[in-house]
């Protein structure tokens, strides 16, 4: 049983969890992964019902079984930020892969950050900037905002303004402003 079609908008975007959340818990209990993708997100973000960490990583697991991606990167968001688990950037690192092999942009933009910055894996800025690309090349702000970043800073790239400039002028019309970058990896990096 498929989702209703007036679930999403046109941005495939739910446009109202309140309403949505019967038919996806019902289609995620039939097995669709899409749906218990979906499950697994409002019950980490409460769209649409109370948070349950538990019921989050039930569904999100079961939908990163069937090969959803975006399953995969929620859960490496929730091992890197141990929200409804325990800390664990290693189980976060393979989840990012995971995602990112799928071309998640998500999964991208994080694993990126977690290579430049060395957290779960050996550090190797190289690595972490050309999964910053893959994202940004999809359209992710986030992952544009921080390739500008580095090319702000020199971190993983040459150093070079200009193209500094051009991604972060994409990342504002992007509605990306402000966000965790890094910037906070090169303080560390100074001391």
Same mark, same amino acid.
């Given at each position: 049983m498929p989702l209703p079609k007036g679930t999403f908008d046109a941005d495939g975007k739910v446009r109202n969890f309140n309403k949505s959340?019967?038919?996806?818990?019902?289609?995620a209990k039939r097995g669709d %992964? *899409?749906?218990q993708? $979906?499950?697994?997100?409002?019950y980490i973000t409460g769209s649409g019902t109370r948070k349950s960490r538990r019921? %989050? *990583?039930?569904?999100? $697991?079961?939908?990163a079984a069937q090969g959803n991606f975006v399953a995969m990167s929620n859960l490496g968001l929730m091992f890197e930020t141990g929200e409804g688990v325990a800390p664990n950037p290693r189980r976060a690192i393979q989840w990012y892969k995971k995602g990112s092999r799928g071309g998640e942009p998500l999964a991208q933009a994080n694993l990126g950050l977690m290579y430049i910055r060395g957290v779960g894996v050996r550090r190797n800025e190289a690595v972490g900037v050309s999964h910053l690309k893959k994202a940004a090349r999809q359209g992710d702000p986030k992952a544009i905002y921080n390739l500008a970043t580095a090319y702000l800073h020199g971190v993983g790239v040459r150093k070079n303004s200009k193209t500094a400039q051009q991604y972060f002028k994409k990342a504002a019309e992007l509605g990306e402003v402000e966000t965790p970058t890094l910037s906070d990896h090169s303080k560390s990096k100074k001391q």
């Open positions: 959340l019967p038919f996806i818990l019902d289609c %992964a *899409l749906a993708s $979906l499950a697994g997100y409002c019921k %989050a *990583l039930t569904w999100l $697991l079961k939908a």
